[in-house]
């Protein structure tokens, strides 16, 4: 293969993917709460109602990731991403002619099938192909979007909400989409350094003497399937990923509820949302420094101890204190799981094996807030559900460490 000089191309495809997790996962995840209120007011239903369409949108990508192995195959990524990109977009328009919750459920159905087809999954697979080093770099700064995003566009959204309208606002966030990122998913995206005449970012891997066969190519879905660690690290997935989210989605309310004003909650929100889209890229060094063992014992530890924080939290200090560690806890959940899925499996069977992990981690997205929301009905606090939390963390880490040397044990026969 050709070395060509200056920036190469592998970052556009970084550039491309940032663009997807600022726009596509952060509005059709991270943004639904904006407009709960307006929403929920016009059709005279409950908040819940509202809020099962994320259910229904983590339900279709959770669909599409357990068959990511069929779907994503080594020409078709691009072919995927882009027809799924040129449609949510206009499913998503959609939502501002709804005239009943039902109709939303149909829209967030589509929705949600179209993020898993040019979400979480292909980025990770294209990312994991054109990088052979810095891939931690790649990933961090890849999917520092969805933060970077919130931090951005939830003013803005509240603002157009407010001036022009939930409706229109559902409109006019569908035609940022559709401009800014589908000439991405057109023109940039390829599905193979070859494509391009190049190598992956730092050259060919060259397979070691010593190195298994294994190791050098990977594992099937079946072989992984047959390894007692892959079975481990599935729940492991759920919990971090139910913990994580529920951090997310709960800081507002949680603030709030210390005796904040409204306003203040929502800056601090968005003030978590910035520091976890800088704690992705900074993750993602940790991981190509410090390899998966270290970054990821340290991500649940700061996880753990964040969820402690807040539990604990009778002052702001404890309150800062948490906001700040969790950002590193919080972007393992993304930034960790492609990372740890290709150093344990490989890649020769890459986009099935993280489908698994991917729908997985779409459940503990799922069940996390319903679950510390649950808590906070029965006794009237968020503490019992962080303290909780806590807790899983605490056992992911020795969870983790477990699977770990049985994947290096497994890896030197």
Same mark, same amino acid.
């Given at each position: 293969?050709?070395?060509?000089?200056?920036?190469?191309?592998?970052?556009?495809?970084?550039?491309?993917?940032?663009?997807?997790?600022?726009?596509?996962?952060?509005?059709?995840?991270?943004?639904?709460?904006?407009?709960?209120?307006?929403?929920?007011?016009?059709?005279?239903?409950?908040?819940?109602?509202?809020?099962?369409?994320?259910?229904?949108?983590?339900?279709?990508?959770?669909?599409?990731?357990?068959?990511?192995?069929?779907?994503?195959?080594?020409?078709?990524?691009?072919?995927?991403?882009?027809?799924?990109?040129?449609?949510?977009?206009?499913?998503?328009?959609?939502?501002?002619?709804?005239?009943?919750?039902?109709?939303?459920?149909?829209?967030?159905?589509?929705?949600?099938?179209?993020?898993?087809?040019?979400?979480?999954?292909?980025?990770?697979?294209?990312?994991?192909?054109?990088?052979?080093?810095?891939?931690?770099?790649?990933?961090?700064?890849?999917?520092?979007?969805?933060?970077?995003?919130?931090?951005?566009?939830?003013?803005?959204?509240?603002?157009?909400?407010?001036?022009?309208?939930?409706?229109?606002?559902?409109?006019?966030?569908?035609?940022?989409?559709?401009?800014?990122?589908?000439?991405?998913?057109?023109?940039?995206?390829?599905?193979?350094?070859?494509?391009?005449?190049?190598?992956?970012?730092?050259?060919?891997?060259?397979?070691?003497?010593? *190195?298994?066969?294994?190791?050098?190519?990977?594992?099937?879905? *079946?072989?992984?399937?047959?390894?007692?660690?892959?079975?481990?690290?599935?729940?492991?997935?759920?919990?971090?990923?139910?913990?994580?989210?529920?951090?997310?989605?709960?800081?507002?309310?949680?603030?709030?509820?210390?005796?904040?004003?409204?306003?203040?909650?929502?800056?601090?929100?968005?003030?978590?949302?910035?520091?976890?889209?800088?704690?992705?890229?900074?993750?993602?060094?940790?991981?190509?420094?410090?390899?998966?063992?270290?970054?990821?014992?340290?991500?649940?530890?700061?996880?753990?101890?964040?969820?402690?924080?807040?539990?604990?939290?009778?002052?702001?200090?404890?309150?800062?204190?948490?906001?700040?560690?969790?950002?590193?806890?919080?972007?393992?959940?993304?930034?960790?799981?492609?990372?740890?899925?290709?150093?344990?499996?490989?890649?020769?069977?890459?986009?099935?094996?993280?489908?698994?992990?991917?729908?997985?981690?779409?459940?503990?997205?799922?069940?996390?807030?319903?679950?510390?929301?649950?808590?906070?009905?029965?006794?009237?606090?968020?503490?019992?559900?962080?303290?909780?939390?806590?807790?899983?963390?605490?056992?992911?880490?020795?969870?983790?460490?477990?699977?770990?040397?049985?994947?290096?044990?497994?890896?030197?026969?």
């Amino acid at each position: 293969m050709e070395k060509k000089k200056g920036l190469h191309y592998g970052w556009l495809i970084v550039f491309s993917c940032f663009m997807i997790m600022s726009l596509y996962l952060c509005i059709v995840m991270n943004c639904p709460g904006l407009f709960l209120i307006s929403v929920t007011e016009e059709f005279g239903i409950s908040r819940s109602q509202y809020t099962l369409n994320t259910t229904v949108i983590s339900v279709a990508m959770m669909i599409v990731s357990l068959n990511a192995g069929r779907i994503f195959s080594a020409d078709r990524i691009k072919k995927v991403m882009m027809i799924s990109s040129i449609i949510l977009p206009v499913a998503y328009f959609f939502f501002s002619k709804a005239t009943n919750i039902y109709m939303f459920y149909l829209i967030s159905a589509i929705v949600g099938f179209c993020l898993g087809l040019c979400g979480m999954v292909p980025m990770s697979t294209l990312i994991t192909r054109w990088f052979n080093e810095k891939r931690g770099l790649a990933t961090g700064l890849a999917f520092t979007g969805s933060g970077l995003g919130g931090m951005v566009l939830q003013p803005i959204i509240g603002k157009l909400i407010a001036t022009t309208g939930w409706r229109n606002t559902y409109a006019v966030l569908a035609v940022i989409m559709f401009v800014l990122v589908v000439p991405c998913t057109v023109f940039i995206i390829k599905n193979d350094p070859a494509d391009k005449g190049l190598e992956p970012y730092g050259g060919a891997k060259k397979p070691m003497e010593s *190195a298994p066969v294994v190791e050098a190519e990977g594992m099937t879905l *079946a072989q992984a399937r047959k390894k007692a660690y892959f079975w481990m690290y599935l729940p492991l997935v759920t919990l971090t990923s139910a913990a994580a989210c529920s951090m997310v989605q709960n800081v507002s309310p949680y603030v709030t509820d210390l005796g904040f004003d409204p306003t203040v909650a929502a800056s601090l929100s968005a003030l978590s949302l910035g520091i976890l889209a800088g704690c992705k890229v900074l993750l993602g060094q940790i991981f190509d420094k410090k390899g998966s063992l270290f970054s990821t014992v340290m991500s649940l530890i700061c996880m753990g101890v964040a969820c402690f924080c807040y539990a604990s939290a009778t002052n702001s200090a404890f309150l800062y204190a948490g906001l700040v560690i969790s950002g590193l806890g919080i972007a393992y959940t993304t930034v960790g799981y492609p990372i740890n899925t290709q150093a344990m499996f490989g890649k020769k069977d890459y986009s099935a094996v993280y489908g698994n992990v991917a729908s997985f981690s779409a459940i503990g997205t799922a069940l996390g807030s319903p679950v510390t929301s649950i808590i906070y009905d029965a006794t009237g606090s968020y503490r019992m559900a962080w303290a909780m939390w806590a807790v899983v963390n605490a056992v992911a880490v020795f969870v983790f460490i477990a699977l770990t040397k049985m994947a290096e044990k497994d890896t030197d026969k």
